[in-house]
């Protein structure tokens, strides 16, 4: 007998009935506010040629590692899931049998973020009314991949149904951004941007670094032997990608590393990188030096410099072999900010031109490093609860250590950084929900008065994040 699906009109409210009914009046006001999604990684090819999305698993298991890693965490092979393999291996290839596979083991994500997206999707989305388990798998299979063959579900549709006013992808310096031109050409209305994302052209442990390096001097026009001549390059690639519309660069450093080397000491350990003699502290250095100058760039033309460092990735290696990056074998470390930043921000912390946005995967740094450092330097400001923080909880602990020090207005709103373009509106109701919660508790407790709580749920849901991203 099948289960009923249902979401709560409350949920994520408190059971304290003062404060729910806070909540509740405060998310009344902005549910309905547009979407901003300024950093992410959805595919800009979907936008750009608009056609309906293959199948259910395409658009909902493969490009989610969220969901993927979980799975094979209980013993699911990527190979059973139609993960694309590197080195031949055998994949499913049947997305019926996929979907089947995720309804086996669907029970595995109870009370975690990602049931609660998809739960989310299959109700507001597809109008899904029992519980995904075996026995209903074909049903959602049959009822998702009927409604992704209609017009209402092709990209640019959804796109629009979702209330998004905008969206930014992240792409390498070595991006033609040919799907960008394609969307901005279309005569569409809808505003897709792009990101810059120079690690592989500025991580000298980067998979290729000596063959991506070849090409970025060829596609930025410069000669990349020259230490000038490298930064010059990515001057003329970050000129492309504004043009593109981009407002932010990325970094997925391993720490949150910067130096401020002379130029003599920087076109020296430039030179040992491009002959590939760079030990892994060099490696290090060189990344932390490439900081300080995507700093120096940003207080040039203005882009918004996004810090995302901490995590070691790819941890697993027999999984990276034969399947690539990127497929959930990304583990936390502890990072240092205050020591790790001081060299850039001694060079231009309180130049009122730069902005930086840190994220942090170690939530012990919330406190003790990160909201200090935001509560101080013009600079500065805190990203919000990032990848496995991107959660209810983790969204709690945010707001009870950041606030105290760093204020609300030293916080950026949300961004939903995800591959998975249906979970956009599903995290950013799951945002907007737990930050009411947070701004009623209190107004309950007499913190805070009402009509602020009303200023602040609308700035942290959407006027925080235009600002911060220059948008």
């Known amino acids: 007998m099948t289960k009923p699906l249902f979401l709560h009109p409350d949920r994520l409210f408190p059971a304290d009935p003062t404060i729910r009914a806070i909540a509740r009046t405060l998310y009344a006001e902005v549910k309905d506010l547009p979407i901003i999604s300024p950093h992410g990684h959805t595919d800009p090819r979907w936008f750009a040629e608009n056609e309906n999305f293959a199948n259910p698993t395409d658009l909902l298991i493969v490009p989610d590692h969220y969901v993927f890693r979980m799975l094979y965490s209980q013993g699911v092979g990527l190979e059973e899931l139609g993960i694309a393999s590197k080195d031949g291996t055998q994949v499913e290839t049947n997305p019926r049998k996929i979907w089947r596979r995720l309804a086996e083991h669907y029970h595995l994500f109870r009370g975690t973020p990602s049931r609660m ?3 989310w999707v299959f109700v507001e989305m597809f109008g899904l009314d029992v519980r995904l ?25 959804l796109f629009e149904s ?28 809808g505003r897709v941007v792009t990101a810059y994302r120079p690690d592989p052209v500025v991580d000298p442990e980067h998979d290729g670094f000596a063959a991506n390096l070849i090409r970025f001097g060829e596609m930025a026009g410069e000669d990349i032997s020259t230490w000038e ?40 350990l430039y ?102 450092l935001a509560g101080h330097y013009p600079s500065l400001r805190i990203g919000p609860p990032w990848w496995f ?21 030293n916080t950026v709103g949300f961004n939903d950084d995800t591959r998975a373009f249906l979970s956009i509106p599903a995290r950013h109701d799951v945002a907007r929900r737990m930050d009411c919660v947070w701004l009623a508790q209190l107004v309950a407790e007499h913190r805070l008065e009402e009509d602020e709580a009303h200023e602040v749920a609308r700035a942290l849901a959407y006027d925080l994040v235009k600002a911060a991203y220059k948008l």
Do not use: C
Not at 389 to 409: C, H, I, K, L, W
């Open 271 to 372: 030179a040992k990188v491009l002959a590939g003699r760079a030990s892994a502290a060099e490696a290090e250095l060189f990344r932390a030096q490439m900081l300080t100058e995507m700093a120096r760039m940003s207080i040039d033309d203005g882009m918004v410099l996004q810090i995302h460092p901490g995590v070691l990735r790819n941890h697993n290696p027999s999984l990276m072999a034969r399947f690539g990056r990127d497929k959930g074998a990304d583990i936390p470390t502890p990072t240092d900010y205050v020591r790790a930043l001081k060299p850039l921000l001694d060079a231009h912390g309180s130049d009122p031109r730069l902005s930086i946005i840190l994220f942090t995967l170690d939530e012990t740094s919330y406190s003790r490093e990160l909201a200090p």
């Open 133 to 157: 388990e075996p026995a209903t798998a074909d049903l959602y299979y049959d009822t998702i991949d009927a409604a992704l063959a209609t017009p209402a579900f092709k990209p640019r549709a």
């Open 162 to 189: 979702n209330n998004i006013e905008l969206l930014a992808t992240t792409e390498s310096p070595l991006d033609p951004l040919i799907h960008h031109r394609a969307i901005r050409e279309s005569g569409w209305g």
């Open 229 to 268: 001549g490298y930064l010059n390059a990515h001057r003329n690639r970050r000129a492309f990608f504004r043009a593109a519309g981009a407002t932010s660069t990325d970094h997925g450093h391993p720490s949150a590393a910067t130096a401020d080397l002379s130029h003599t000491d920087a076109e020296a």
């Open 117 to 119: 997206w998809l739960d």
């Open 389 to 409: 923080n991107d959660s209810p909880e983790g969204m709690r602990r945010f707001r009870e250590q950041v606030t105290e020090t760093a204020g609300f207005y």
